[in-house]
């Protein structure tokens, strides 16, 4: 159980074709490394420069960008797990949709939380501004390579959304994140190792990094968390490609020798 996976991380920008060029070449190059899931980051289809041009560049799951991205996979053999192309309505909204090797949907996770805040250094981003929140919780679903459960982003801030898929079964937890850098910096593998050893689940999160135009860069440092909070891979800046693999078995030793699920008190605080 469990096996080789790559992690993509990337430089969106509002180049369609750009952002196509990088992320199918990091895919190729992880299939013939043997992998046998690819995970790519938020925003691996576009990064606008804002609202309005967010909304133009949003496209519906019937369109290019996915229907690419599911004639990648089923030539190559390898599911993939696109973290955030955009949805139809008047406002996108970010999405987490896993692709088989088939060339179908698995999946549709819409992100249920939205990032409006005012950081240090004057950044403002807010993305009820432009994109509409999720409305449920998907379970896990199955991969080659264990349950994975699915989250985007801002959503790693909000314990509870990681334990209730832990409690629906996930054995990966996954986050493809376009982190801002001041945000990165203090917060990102702090959060993401919190929550693979709260939950005893391997994390796995694909990032944005570097500059995607002048007002707006992202952190970078892509990485894949084992269940006892430990980085077995990292990017770190620019495009890349990291690698790990998955032991379903270690997984079932960690939750079995420390069974922290098994001592909740749910009659307590639910």
């Known amino acids: 159980p469990g096996g080789l996976v790559a992690v993509a991380q990337v430089t969106s920008t509002a180049d369609k074709e750009h952002n196509w060029r990088q992320c199918s070449a990091l895919v190729r190059r992880a299939a013939a490394q043997g992998a046998r899931l690819v995970f790519l980051p938020e925003g691996f289809d576009f990064i606008g420069t804002g609202a309005e041009q967010s909304l133009q560049l949003a496209e519906p799951l019937s369109g290019d960008i996915v229907g690419r991205y599911r004639e990648l996979a089923s030539p190559l053999c390898v599911p993939m797990s696109p973290g955030c192309p955009q949805a139809p309505s008047v406002s996108p909204c970010p999405l987490h949709v896993p692709v088989s090797p088939g060339c179908q949907v698995v999946a549709t996770y819409r992100k249920l939380h939205l990032f409006d805040a005012e950081l240090p250094g004057g950044l403002a981003l807010r993305e009820s501004s432009f994109t509409n929140p999720g409305r449920e919780l998907l379970p896990p679903i199955d991969t080659p390579v264990g349950k994975v459960g699915l989250a985007v982003c801002y959503d790693l801030r909000f314990p509870e959304l990681s334990q209730a898929l832990r409690e629906a079964g996930a054995q990966i937890l996954t986050f493809p994140s ?53 980085v077995v891979a990292q990017c770190q800046e620019g ?9 379903l078995g270690y997984l079932e030793k960690v939750r079995r020798e420390l069974p922290v699920q098994g001592h909740r008190r749910g009659d307590i605080y639910g």
Not at 205 to 213: D, E, F, I, R, S
Not at 240 to 245: E, N, V
């Open 239 to 247: 495009p890349g490609l990291c690698l790990a693999q998955l032991d």
């Open 178 to 230: 376009a982190f801002t850098v001041p945000t990165g910096a203090a917060h990102w593998e702090v959060l993401l190792r919190a929550r693979a050893i709260e939950c005893q689940c391997y994390v796995v999160a694909a990032a944005q990094t570097g500059w995607h135009h002048p007002g707006r860069a992202s952190f970078g440092h892509s990485l894949v968390a084992n269940p006892w909070g430990t």
